[in-house]
Nanobody
Framework: QLQLVESGGGLVQPGGSLRLSCAAS????????IGWFRQAPGKERTGVSC?????????FYADSVKGRFTISRINSKNTIYLQMNRVEPEDTAIYYC?????WGQGTQVTVSS
């Protein structure tokens, strides 16, 4: 069964850092492109970052997170990470990872002082 499980969310102060994890099961994490998305209250789900599959390293970042967030992949852990630095209140959302039509359950990130 193909599955993605996110973790690592929480409450963080503006300017702080957080690392989200997306653990894949049922397939090698470097085989398909995997993306991070987020959905803030009352807003549509939007793309944050993605990394290419087939072992490649092509990476995309939304303009709103460019220079602050970093996506990475550790094949031995079959996990994708999203390192979030210099977070802002506007980063508050539920964060999801996605590949093919598979969505995880999401992890809540709240940026507040």
């Amino acid at each position: 069964q193909l599955q993605l499980v996110e973790s690592g969310g929480g409450l963080v102060q503006p300017g702080g850092s957080l690392r989200l994890s997306c653990a894949a099961s049922g397939f090698p994490v470097d085989y398909y492109a995997i993306g991070w998305f987020r959905q803030a209250p009352g807003k549509e789900r939007t793309g944050v970052s993605c990394i290419s599959g087939r072992g490649g390293s092509t990476i995309f970042y939304a303009d709103s997170v460019k220079g602050r967030f970093t996506i990475s992949r550790i094949n031995s852990k079959n996990t994708i990470y999203l390192q979030m630095n210099r977070v802002e209140p506007e980063d508050t959302a539920i964060y999801y990872c996605n590949t093919l039509n598979i969505w995880g359950q999401g992890t809540q990130v709240t940026v507040s002082s």
